[in-house]
């Protein structure tokens, strides 16, 4: 038996405790261990820096068709060059284990597609171009 005092809503008690089953054990505590300092690297010739990295894909010029809503994109149903209309399907965006298809809601002429499927998107960020 183990005694201990509780403290509930301002009022002290004294309590037994028994405890049952199995032996309690203790996980000892490793010590810390102080680490060499390394000695310092040579050092290296100055090489040229390195070529950057390539921007992202860029809108091309026209009206964006942006996401509604944060999602994955599903498929993407058009191609840079392919004239669409109002009702033109563009993509199908999955948020909330929900497939939400996304239309052009204009006419014209896509001139770039930003996204591809599997990408993860934003509210508001660009999926296509249309010009």
């Given at each position: 038996m183990r005694k201990f005092n509780i403290t509930v809503n301002g009022k002290r008690y004294e309590v037994d405790v028994e405890e049952v089953?199995?032996?309690q054990t203790s996980v000892p505590v490793a010590a810390p261990v102080a680490t060499p300092t390394p000695?310092?690297?040579?050092?290296?010739?100055?090489?040229?820096?390195?070529a950057p990295a390539p921007a992202?894909?860029?809108a091309g010029s026209g009206t964006p068709v942006k996401s509604p809503m944060p999602g994955t994109i599903v498929s993407v149903k058009v191609n840079v060059g392919d004239?669409?209309?109002n009702d033109t399907l563009i993509a199908?965006?999955?948020a909330m284990k929900?497939?939400?298809?996304?239309f052009a809601g204009m006419e014209g002429t896509v001139t770039s597609?930003?996204?591809?499927a599997g990408?993860?998107?934003?509210?508001?960020?660009?999926?296509?171009?249309?010009g």
């Open positions: 089953g199995g032996v000695a310092p690297a040579p050092v290296q010739p100055a090489t040229p820096a390195a992202p894909a860029a004239k669409v209309k199908v965006l999955e929900m497939e939400n298809e996304i597609v930003v996204t591809s990408a993860s998107v934003n509210s508001g960020d660009t999926l296509v171009t249309i």
